[in-house]
Structure formats: C-alpha cells, structure tokens
C-alpha cells in the first residue's frame, strides 16, 4: 500500500462510475491500495487462458477485449476488467490489448481484496458488471 497519493489520481478516480459516491477520504484509500501503470499501445494486459494475479483500472486510454480471437468489448476511462479471476482464482477469460497509449491502475489480489471490503456500494457495482456481461455474453451465444 502506498502512502503518498497524488492528487492527480484522486481526481482521476473521482471520475469512475465505479467509485460514484465515494468520500474524498475513501478515494485517496483506494488509490493508496494500487500502482499507476503505464501502457504502451499494443501491449497485452491479460492473456485469455493464462493465470490472472490483477485487477484493472483503466485512467487513460483504450483497450479491446477479445474472447476466443473475437472482439467482445472495449475498455475506455472508467472501465475495468480482471476482476473474475481474482473472485474465482480460475484463468483468465480474455485478452486485453491496448489500442492507445494508457494509464491503469493495477491492484493485486490483496489490494483488491481490500477494496471490495472498503465499500459494499464497490462491491454491488463489481458483480452488477460482472451480471451484465454474462448476460451479454449468453446473448452473444444464443444469437
């Protein structure tokens, strides 16, 4: 866990629907608990079938998600992914690649332990994502 925070990041993180509602307090808590990271455009964040160890947040930048070779999904500010298998330990369900240039927030298992047992409003949010992109992803077999 960091100690010093920028201010940069809070406001970055004040931004995210995903931390709508949060104190100022609770946002400089989560962004103590991860590591900004810069990516390269055309960098793999997540490799489908691979084991998964960290959960992001991206601050800048997009990403496509691919699942079996396919585009699935995009991720811009505000999104995020990876989350699955740190709830569930199982592999990764996709790949990530950056499209642009970024800049995420990478939490790893502890970190995002802790985050999910900050704020139970948090927690709602993760699985209410995680619900919607099964059903997108049961209508997407289905049709």
Do not use: H, Y
């Not at 809070?10 to 609770?26: D, H, I, Q, T």
């Not at 999104?79 to 995420?104: H, I, N, Y």
């Not at 970190?111 to 099964?134: C, D, G, H, N, W």
């Amino acid at each position: 866990m960091r100690t010093r925070v920028a201010q940069r990041e809070v406001e970055l993180l004040r931004s995210v629907p995903l931390f709508a509602g949060c104190s100022r307090g609770e946002l400089r808590q989560i962004a103590s608990l991860g590591t900004p990271v810069p990516v390269a455009a055309g960098r793999r964040l997540t490799v489908e079938g691979q084991p998964g160890r960290e959960f992001f947040l991206v601050l800048e930048g997009w990403a496509r998600c691919e699942v079996g070779g396919r585009r699935a999904a995009t991720f811009g500010p505000g999104d995020f992914f990876g989350e699955l298998s740190l709830l569930d330990g199982g592999p990764r369900s996709a790949t990530v690649v950056a499209e642009t240039d970024m800049e995420v927030l990478v939490l790893d298992a502890r970190e995002f332990a802790s985050l999910l047992q900050a704020s139970p409003s948090i927690l709602r949010k993760v699985l209410a994502t995680l619900a919607e992109r099964l059903r997108l992803a049961n209508a997407a077999r289905a049709g």
